[in-house]
């Protein structure tokens, strides 16, 4: 068996998250937390739209008066975030517990 033949050890092997990454895969899991919360905001009466553009960043839609809300999700130093605005007070972590809840608030 030459070294090209042969297996990789498991070391050599990159963990799962690790293995796809690029823009196409960091899309892909903003439209994945976005689903997510918008499953979340529709459990509690909010009406919610996925728009993936072909170019640009997936964002989740919440029609509201005065306009529509748009969420993001964006990865900031190893961690998933939502966020609605500009100021840190209009961002909280993805796998925070009342993510939905603080966004439902903002968008009632």
């Known amino acids: 068996m030459t070294g090209i033949d042969r ?6 092997n990159p963990p799962p998250s690790r293995a796809r990454q690029g823009p196409q895969a960091a899309k892909e899991q903003q439209y994945r937390h976005l689903v997510r919360l918008g499953w979340e905001l529709n459990k509690r009466g909010v009406r919610a739209v996925v728009d ?4 640009g960043e997936p964002v989740l839609m919440v029609p509201r008066e005065p306009g529509v ?7 900031h130093k ?3 975030l939502y966020t ?3 100021g840190r007070a209009q ?3 993805v796998v925070a517990d009342d993510a939905a809840e603080r966004i439902w608030e903002v968008a009632r």
Do not use: N, T
Request: hydrophobic residues 40%; without cysteine; aromatic residues 12%.
């Open 69 to 75: 809300l748009r969420i993001m999700a964006f990865a």
């Open 7 to 12: 297996p990789r050890p498991r070391s050599e």
């Open 52 to 55: 993936l553009p072909s170019k």
């Open 84 to 86: 609605w605005g500009r």
């Open 91 to 93: 961002r909280v972590p």
């Open 78 to 80: 190893g961690a998933w």
